[in-house]
Nanobody, 123 residues
Framework: QVHLVESGGGLVQAGGSLTLSCAASGRPFSNAMGWFRQAPGKEREFVAAFEWSGSTDYADSVKGRFTISRDNAKATLYLHMNSLRPEDTAVYYC??????????????????WGQGTQVTVSS
């Protein structure tokens, strides 16, 4: 079992920055981890991920603005968010895969989820 705890959410003005953290405990820190978000009334959507190989993937809507990173020694995943927009407002979730799936942008490919952290971007 993997336990994931997100932190770092908050209220920020448009154009501002935030960094989310996801601390993992339990099984060894998974290679394949990602960030998703869910706005009210919308489906959970992919934001960014580390593939099993270590490569990174990003949703088109965040490319060039968000960066995913990790500190394996601290078993922590990060999401650095710059140039935030009101449409980035959502609950952000970190997720981990148990093993290799080859799929990184679908929520159903992930086995473990954190409780989420709210990000609100005001205009």
């Amino acid at each position: 079992q993997v336990h994931l705890v997100e932190s770092g959410g908050g209220l920020v003005q448009a154009g501002g920055s935030l960094t989310l953290s996801c601390a993992a405990s339990g099984r060894p820190f998974s290679n394949a981890m990602g960030w998703f978000r869910q706005a009210p009334g919308k489906e959970r959507e992919f934001v960014a991920a580390f593939e099993w190989s270590g490569s990174t993937d990003y949703a088109d809507s965040v490319k060039g603005r968000f960066t995913i990173s990790r500190d394996n020694a601290k078993a922590t995943l990060y999401l650095h968010m710059n140039s935030l927009r009101p449409e980035d407002t959502a609950v952000y979730y970190c997720a981990a895969q148990k093993g290799f799936s080859g799929i990184y942008n679908f929520a159903r490919a992930y086995d473990y989820w954190g409780q989420g952290t709210q990000v609100t971007v005001s205009s």
